[in-house]
C-alpha cells in the first residue's frame, strides 16, 4: 500500500513554481475564486489537513486551528504574519512559516516609484491630461518636489528601509536620517546617514518613507500630531502597513496642505473602499498594494512558500519559520 500524501489546502492560486511542488507531494486543494474564502468555508476546507497555504486576507486563529487537529504546518504567502496567532500556533505545536528576503528590491523600487509620482504629481496631471484639462504648456502648471539633495527619513531602518535609502542616496544624493530600535554604525558609515527619533526626523526630512514592522507600538504611529511636525512641502510614503497611519489624520493633512502629497501602497482596510476621501485627495498617489508584484518575486515568494509547508508536513526544519520556539513542540 502506498503511504498517504498529506493534505494541503491552498487558499488562492499561487504561481506554479510553488504549486507544482506541492502537488507532486500532497494532495492539494486550490481555492479557485479570486476573492478569499469566507472563514466557515476556511473552516472546513482545512479541519483534515495537514498543511495550509495562507495569504494575509485569512485570518488563522485559534478557533480555526482547533477545528483542525491534523495541522502541522500553516505557510504564509507574505512576509508579514499578522494574519496569524502565533502564540496559539505555537501552545498547539503547529509551525508558521513565511516568505522573508525575498520581497525587500521589488518592495524599495515600489517605495520608490511612489516617492517619485508624489513629488511630481503624476497622477493628478495623469488625470487632468485624460480629462481634457490639459490646455498648454504652463510655466507653473503641476509643479512638483526636487528630489536630488533633498533629505529623505527612513521610518524603520530594516532591510527594505536600508534598500530604499542606497536607492535614494546614491542615485538621487540625498542625505539619509532614520529610526531603528538599535544602533546601525555600519550603515552611518556606508550612507552619512544618522539615527534619529522621530519628531526629529520628520521635522528635518523632505521626503518620509515609512517601513517599519505592524505591532501594538507601531498601529497609529502617524498621526495628526506626526503630520503637523513635517514640512508643508514633504511627501510621505508607505509601503509597510496601512493600520501605521490614521487615514484619517493623512486626509486632513492632504487638505489642509500640512504636506505636500502622499503615495500609498498599503491601506486600512485593503481594498481601500472607492468612496472613501483618500482618493478624492488629488496629492495623494494610491496602489493597491503591488510591492511584491514582479514575476521573479512572486515566483521566488510561492517556491519558499511550498519548501515550508513540505518541510512542515514531514516534520522537517522550515527555510524560514516565524515561530521558532514552536521546535520542541511540533505536531509530527
Known amino acids: 500500500m502506498l503511504p498517504m500524501r498529506p493534505k494541503v489546502f491552498v487558499s488562492r492560486m499561487i504561481p506554479q513554481s510553488g504549486l507544482k511542488r506541492l502537488q507532486e507531494r500532497c494532495e492539494v486543494e486550490v481555492w479557485p475564486d479570486r476573492m478569499p ?45 499578522n494574519n496569524i496567532d502565533l502564540a496559539a500556533a505555537t501552545e498547539r505545536g503547529i509551525a508558521i512559516g513565511n516568505t522573508p528576503g525575498v520581497l525587500t528590491d521589488a518592495t524599495a523600487d515600489i517605495a520608490v516609484t511612489l516617492l517619485l509620482a508624489a513629488a511630481r504629481r503624476l497622477g493628478e496631471s495623469m488625470i487632468d491630461a485624460r480629462e ?8 507653473t502648471g503641476w509643479l512638483g518636489q526636487d528630489i536630488g539633495g533633498r533629505t529623505l527619513g527612513i521610518v524603520g531602518m530594516g532591510r527594505i528601509g536600508l534598500a530604499m535609502a542606497r536607492r535614494m542616496h546614491y542615485g538621487w544624493g540625498m542625505p539619509i536620517v532614520y529610526t531603528s530600535r538599535t544602533p546601525k554604525p555600519e550603515i552611518d558609515a556606508e550612507l552619512k546617514a544618522r539615527r534619529v527619533e522621530l519628531p526629529e526626523l520628520l521635522a528635518m526630512s523632505d521626503y518620509v518613507s515609512v517601513h517599519a514592522d505592524l505591532n501594538p507600538s507601531t498601529k497609529g504611529l502617524f498621526g495628526a500630531d506626526q503630520f ?6 514633504a511627501v510621505f510614503i508607505n509601503t509597510s502597513r496601512g493600520p501605521l497611519v490614521d487615514q484619517d489624520a493623512l486626509v486632513m493633512a492632504l487638505r489642509e496642505g500640512l504636506i505636500f502629497s502622499a503615495g500609498l501602497d498599503v491601506t486600512d482596510p485593503e481594498p481601500l473602499p472607492p468612496t472613501h476621501p483618500l482618493y478624492a485627495q488629488p496629492n495623494c498617489v494610491i496602489a493597491p498594494h503591488i510591492a511584491s508584484a514582479t514575476v521573479q518575486t512572486r515566483d521566488e515568494m510561492a517556491r519558499i512558500c511550498a519548501e515550508n509547508l513540505l518541510a512542515g508536513v514531514l516534520g522537517q526544519p522550515l527555510t524560514a519559520c516565524a515561530n521558532p520556539a514552536v521546535e520542541p513542540k511540533r505536531r509530527r
Open 228 to 233: 503637523r511636525q513635517m514640512k508643508p512641502t
Open 37 to 81: 474564502p469566507a472563514p466557515e468555508v476556511l473552516r472546513a476546507k482545512i479541519a483534515d489537513c495537514d498543511g495550509i497555504v495562507s495569504l494575509l486576507t485569512d485570518r488563522i486563529d485559534a478557533p480555526l486551528m482547533d477545528a483542525a487537529p491534523r495541522l502541522k504546518v500553516v505557510s504564509n504567502f507574505a512576509v508579514g504574519v
Open 132 to 139: 481634457g484639462r490639459w490646455l498648454t504648456w504652463e510655466p
